[in-house]
Each structure stands twice: as structure tokens, then as C-alpha cells.
């Protein structure tokens, strides 16, 4: 089957730094996107790797490993306005389908 | 600018009355897909088109049906909404699947009375 496996909530504190784990078994694997979503509203895409090693994105980083099966979305400089739910996705390359990652909550207290 | 647009942005409807949600995009993406999600919840996928290639999720119920008369537009149709239908509907576009990622409208809020 498809899945993919990111922990349901994480808790930092402003201006720190965090890190929320995604781990992944799907077949036809193309590459891992990160989705941003805030209560009420619809998911924007943060980032997306294709190939192994780290993408950059202001104080938003994402990296894959393909061999461990394994990437991860890096949050740098908390804000208060990053408090949201953030979800890995598997691009798949047949059907164009996106798998979805249960979500992860972003609780960042002051 | 480009974009995804969802209408409406709030829908009630009744028990069993037949709804149409929408959704338009001027990204010329050649991937559409229509999600669902309820409360704290990943987005769960409906359907999706590549190009006019219609592609029905397994566990999709057959009260949920879709139309995609062009590139530009796609609706989903909700034949006999019942009170677990109540969700959020996420129209998605993509080129190809492929980065940058893909496009959501803003949703429609669907409430069933």
C-alpha cells in the first residue's frame, strides 16, 4: 500500500527552529511535497524535492533521502503565523496522483 | 494573476437536494483533482483528470459524480447529499503531477441541513 508518516502534532516556541519528519512507502515514488494549510483555509505548496539533499526556500528548507525513505520539512525563525497544519505528499508518477500524509499541527507558543 | 477560484466559498444545502460545486483555473494546468476534507484531516481524494482522462478513486462513493467540460473548468456533483457529506471541497490543479506542487482554490465550505 501506500503511506506516509509524519508525526500528528509538534509543539516550538517563537524564533526557534523545527523539524517535522515525514517517512514514506509508496510505490512508483516520484517526490515529496510540503503543503501548508491554516484552520478554515486551503493548503499552499511550500516545497517540493524531486532529487536527493536539501531544497531552500527562505526560512522554510525540505529535504529527501530516497534511500531511507525519508524527508523532512525544516522550519527556521518561528513566527506566530506559522501555527498551522503542514502535510507531505508522494507525487506519484502514474495517475498524477498526490498521497497525503496525515498532517502534522504546528503549535508555536510565545 | 493565475489562479484557482471555487464557487462558492459557503454552501448549504438540504438533505438529499443535488449540489454542484465549481471550479475554474487560468494556469492552462492539464490536472484537475477534487478533494475532500473534514476536520483535522488530510485532504481525501475524489477524482482527478489528466487532460479529458477521468480517473475515479476506489472508495469514492457513487453519490459523488464530476464533469470536466474543458481545460478550464470542472465541477463535482453531489447527487443525494447526506449530513456525512458535510465537509470541505478542495478543487486542485497541477501540470503533469509534477513541481512546483499543486494549486488549491480557496475550497467550498459545504454544510447539509
Known amino acids: 500500500g501506500q503511506s506516509l508518516e509524519q508525526p500528528s502534532e509538534v509543539t516550538a516556541v517563537e524564533g526557534a527552529i523545527v523539524q517535522i519528519n515525514c517517512t514514506y512507502q509508496?510505490?512508483?515514488?516520484?517526490?515529496l511535497s510540503w503543503y501548508q494549510q491554516h484552520d478554515g483555509g486551503a493548503p499552499t505548496f511550500l516545497s517540493y524535492n524531486g532529487l536527493d539533499g536539501l531544497e531552500e526556500t527562505g526560512r522554510f528548507s525540505s529535504f529527501l533521502s530516497r534511500s531511507d525513505s525519508y524527508g523532512y520539512l525544516l522550519l527556521q525563525e518561528l513566527q506566530m503565523k506559522d501555527s498551522a497544519s503542514y502535510f507531505c505528499?508522494?507525487?506519484?508518477?502514474?495517475?498524477?496522483?498526490?498521497?497525503w500524509g496525515a498532517g502534522t499541527k504546528l503549535i508555536i507558543k510565545p | 494573476d493565475a489562479m484557482v477560484i471555487q464557487n462558492p466559498r459557503y454552501q448549504v444545502t438540504q438533505f438529499g437536494k443535488p449540489v454542484t460545486l465549481s471550479c475554474s483555473q487560468t494556469?492552462?494546468?492539464?490536472?484537475m483533482y477534487w478533494y475532500q476534507q473534514k476536520s483535522s484531516q488530510a485532504p481525501k481524494l475524489l477524482f482527478h483528470?489528466?487532460?479529458?482522462?477521468?480517473?475515479n478513486e476506489a472508495d469514492t462513493p457513487d453519490n459523488f459524480q464530476s464533469r470536466r467540460p474543458n481545460t478550464s473548468f470542472c465541477f463535482l456533483d453531489i447527487r443525494s447529499p447526506g449530513l456525512g457529506d458535510a465537509a470541505m471541497y478542495l478543487c486542485?490543479?497541477?501540470?503533469?503531477?509534477?513541481?512546483?506542487?499543486?494549486?488549491f482554490g480557496q475550497g467550498t465550505r459545504l454544510t447539509v441541513v
Open positions: 483528470y489528466y487532460d479529458k482522462d477521468f480517473n
Open positions: 494556469l492552462n494546468h492539464n490536472v
Open positions: 505528499a508522494d507525487t506519484m508518477d502514474s495517475n498524477y496522483q498526490l498521497i
Open positions: 509508496t510505490s512508483g515514488f516520484y517526490g
Open positions: 486542485a490543479t497541477s501540470y503533469e503531477g509534477l513541481s512546483p506542487g499543486a494549486f
